[in-house]
């Protein structure tokens, strides 16, 4: 199985400042046939289902902010918040559809300074 | 609009077997990836099994082999989860997504299923 570690587990961050989450894979998820990496970001706040933000590890999904941005190839990615809003209070999880079973991260939380 | 609607809370004694569904609307289950993922108290997500576009068929977690089924009614565009033999491990919510085959990512979310598990 293809194991998914987040850094930091935590993080507080200012409004208006940076915030960068990161995410490591054990094994490659770019897909030579079709040069993608098989990587989501989803963002989840209490009582609701996760929200998908980011695809194959840099495309934005419909409606998503462009403050929000995904990062990365091969085994290493980040999704950046570039000017943290009140709204991105959340638990934020990577996900990995490169083969199954299609693992996540075990979450960061991000909070507001 | 995309909508999948699941159905309402349960609550199970040990050893029962609980069945979630997953009601698609403004798409049909056909043109969906579907899978299921859970969030126990406290704890992160977790993907219990979906549709291998690779493989053609529907793979499980190693964690729930043998105690899972997932299935699908096409007539009417629903999704079914069955989990037996419960525990009080098992207690989350359970959610049904899905999403285009070509991004495998879950571009849609049920409503959130809470499932109980307590003697």
């Known amino acids: 199985d293809i194991v998914m570690t987040q850094s930091p587990d935590s993080l507080a961050v200012s409004l208006g400042e940076r915030a960068t989450i990161n995410c490591k894979s054990s094994?490659?998820?770019?897909?030579?046939?079709?040069?993608?990496?098989?990587l989501a970001w989803y963002q989840h706040k209490p009582g609701q289902p996760p929200k998908l933000l980011i695809y194959w590890a840099s495309t934005r999904e419909s409606g998503v902010p462009d403050r929000i941005s995904g990062s990365g190839s091969g085994t290493d990615y980040t999704l950046t918040i570039s000017s943290l809003q009140a709204e991105d209070v959340a638990v934020y999880y990577c996900?990995?559809?490169?083969?199954?079973?299609?693992?996540f991260g075990q979450g960061t939380k991000l909070e507001i300074k | 609009q995309v909508q999948l609607i699941q159905s309402g809370s349960e609550v199970k004694k040990p050893g029962a077997s609980v069945k979630v569904s997953c009601k698609v609307s403004g798409y049909t289950l056909t043109e969906l990836s579907m899978h299921w993922v859970r969030q126990a108290p406290g704890k992160g997500l977790e993907w219990m099994g979906g549709?291998?576009?690779?493989?053609?068929?529907?793979v499980f977690s190693q964690e729930f082999q043998g105690r899972v089924t997932m299935t699908e009614d096409t007539s009417t565009d629903t999704a079914y989860m069955e989990l037996t033999s419960l525990r009080s491990e098992d207690t989350a919510v359970y959610y049904c997504?899905?999403?285009?085959?070509?991004?495998?990512?879950?571009?849609?979310w049920g409503q959130g299923t809470l499932v109980t598990v307590s003697s």
């Open positions: 549709y291998d576009p690779e493989d053609g068929v529907t």
């Open positions: 996900q990995q559809s490169y083969s199954t079973p299609y693992t």
């Open positions: 094994q490659s998820l770019l897909y030579r046939s079709n040069n993608k990496n098989y």
């Open positions: 997504a899905g999403g285009p085959y070509h991004t495998l990512a879950f571009d849609f």
